[in-house]
């Protein structure tokens, strides 16, 4: 593997609070060295580098996305690793974290190393989230030891979340034992049979069942009232895909209260609220789903306020005939990994002023920090070469048909993004050029 | 009158129905059109038919319009984007029945202002208090009804228990109020629509009936005390002695029959509309 040079860009590395015009240079899949400006020029030419020019552009860490569904195993109609792992890196992502309700549910460290082998094709790195309970099921725990092993780096039951207080107990307790974060998709199904979008009036209107937002705040409650009595165990829980005020009211306490609860947004969250459903819009059905505008805009300020750990896409492919049924019969989810940074700059930054490096900091550092990946999230020397260059100034347009992944299945078809992806490296590799 | 001599109408229903699809029938045959009805028993739709394949082997087939009825709200979009022809939708899931809201509008005109033939305006229905009764979370007809006639002036009283009408109703759009107690609200109105109890789309919901019939029940004595001039409608199917006695539903304020009457009229204008509006470009 040929070293990069990294040349004349301008660096974002909130690891290292570093936020300057630096040169990079990467060797053996690892930051080798990050000087001023034509210091490594020398170095560069003595090991004939690639060199990137990297001029007006931000050269940051690698983007992680601590939740997708790459549907392999089984449903590579949907998506395959390597589709999807594409449309990560064409989006900036260096890291995923891949979600256990394949088929079969990632229970075992057999599948769990499956999809880490080279057969996969992986452009980025994949890491494995296990399922919590064998097949999912709520009652037995998986072996939370031997799938740390196999490269696990958190444990869930996603879409059917965890309701029993039991079973719940021995999941953050077990998985405390061993050091792994629980991630819960908080919705208690007993309040959500039949329903497919936010409750509220626009549901009564619509004739559809509705989503309370109870649903999601009363298990976010739950849990963090089991983290608490756990407290000594230094129980990790982490709230997936966080999309009501009330829930994120619940993990600012807990977190006041020196508990170890962390959570992450969706773009879609804090981009949409529940009006873009109207007209029965398949691609804008969601689980949790889009909210009312009063919910969006606490996503929002939790974000700015630094409530938030990490923005995770949920990115959740779906082939085209799945989504083209009656809106009730369609399945969940949407795309999310080539819209992210530019939903992200578009609106965090863009409209809202954040600065760059909370940006990076939500996209890579933090959500790397939330699942432990040692070496990821930063651009210190001798963390992993993953590198996003992207222009922080680039307008574009996103066009689904274009997209890498295998499912085109996003609201967000034409949509103007702000902060163009430029080209990413994967542990010293590059793995997309615009 | 054969304002749509052959022209192809289809109608699609995946639930039953008799006075919208007969009357749908018998205004498409008055008019002079050729009806094709495919129902989801005996039809491909048993054996997993999309509904988009569905639409697209009806407009291969010639329809130019599909008239459909569907238990999915807003399954008329899914069909609409899928075949590009013009969709009448005769009932959709718990959304909405907007050519029962015409037919009931008509009756309530005929009564309240029989003589009058001015066009219809915001305020033709200004002072006329209408009480919608029953299910109405369920019920596709009550939301058809509650959007439309505060658009011509009137006021729109729900009610009925928590369970079948949440609160969120009364923000569906604007002029719907809710009244819980039904005396209170007969008092006021000079149309009472009553709903049927959706048991098939009860869902597990535990509602006890002789306290709803206490409590809601359109019977003679109540109507006597509270709305003894009152119109009384009913979009069918009744279950009579739940929601509503025999001797309100047959006795002389009731315009059930007429509602239906009525429909045959209503459906063949929907029709010449959306027939002589179709793009003609886009069928293919």
Known sequence: MKPILIRGGHVVDPASGLDADRDLLLRDGRVSAVEAPGKLNAAAKQEAAEILDAKGLVVAPGLIDIHVHLREPGQGYKET???????????????????????????????????????????????????????????????????????????????????????????????ARIGLPVIQHAEDTRMTGGCSMNSGALAFRLGLRGMPVEAESSLVERDIRMVAELKDSRAHLHVA???????????????????????????????????????????????????????????????????????????????????????????????????????????????????????????????????NLKGRGSLAVGSFADVVLFDPKGQWKFHASESKSKSKNTPFDGWTMLGKVSATISEGRVVYRS | MKHLFKRRVSLLFYESSTRTRTSFELAAKQLGADTVLVSALSSSIEKGESLKDTGIALRALGAECIILRHPSSGAPYVLSRATGLPILN?????????????????????????????????????????????????????????????????????????????????????????????????????????????AERLAGMNLDLDEYKLRYQANSD??????????????????RGLEITSEVADGPQSAIAEQVRHGVAIRMALLVRALNAAPKGKRK
């Not at chain 1, 309970?133 to 030891?145: F, K």
């Not at chain 2, 037919?103 to 009058?116: E, G, N, P, S, W």
């Open chain 1, 81 to 175: 690793i390597a589709s999807g792992t594409a449309a990560a890196a064409a989006g900036g992502f260096t890291a995923v974290c891949a979600m256990p309700n394949t088929v079969p549910v990632n229970d075992s460290p057999e599948t769990t190393r499956w999809m880490q082998s080279p057969e996969r094709n992986a452009l980025i790195r994949v890491f494995p989230i296990t399922a919590a309970t064998r097949g999912s099921m709520g009652e037995a725990l998986t072996e939370y030891g031997a799938l740390k092993a196999a490269g696990a780096v958190a444990v869930t039951d996603d879409g059917k979340p965890i309701l029993g207080d039991s079973i719940m107990r021995q999941t953050l307790a077990a998985a």
């Open chain 1, 241 to 371: 895909h966080l999309s009501t005020a009330k829930a994120l009211e619940a993990v600012k306490r807990a977190r006041r209260n020196g508990l170890h609860v962390t959570c992450e947004v969706a773009p879609h969250h804090f981009v949409m609220n529940e009006e873009a459903v109207a007209e029965y819009n398949t691609h804008a059905k969601m689980n949790p789903p889009l909210r009312s505008e009063a919910d969006r805009e606490a996503m929002l300020e939790g974000i700015m306020e630094g409530a938030v750990d990490s923005i995770a896409t949920d990115h959740a492919p779906h082939a085209a005939h799945e989504k083209e049924q009656e809106f009730e019969r369609a399945p969940n989810g949407i795309t999310g990994l080539e819209t992210a940074l530019g939903l992200t700059m578009a609106v965090l930054h863009g409209k809202h002023k954040l600065p760059l490096s909370r940006i990076i900091s939500l996209l890579s550092t933090q959500s790397a920090a939330v699942l």
């Open chain 2, 90 to 198: 005769a009932g959709d899931g718990m959304h909405e029945h907007p050519s029962q809201a015409l037919l009931d509008l008509r009756t309530i005109l005929t009564h309240l202002r029989a003589a009058k033939a001015t066009p219809v305006s915001e305020t033709t229905l200004k002072g006329v208090t209408v009480t919608i009764c029953g299910d109405i979370f369920h019920s596709r007809v009550a939301r058809s009804n509650m959007l439309l006639l505060p658009r011509l002036g009137a006021r729109v009283l729900l009610s009925g228990p928590q369970a079948l009408l949440p609160e969120t109703a009364a923000s569906a759009g604007p002029g719907i109020v809710i009244e819980r107690d039904f005396d209170k609200a007969l008092n006021q109105s000079q149309v009472v629509m009553m709903l049927r109890i959706q």
């Open chain 2, 222 to 239: 109540r109507i006597a005390a509270h709305a003894p001039d009152a119109l009384i409608l009913h979009p069918g199917p009744i279950i």
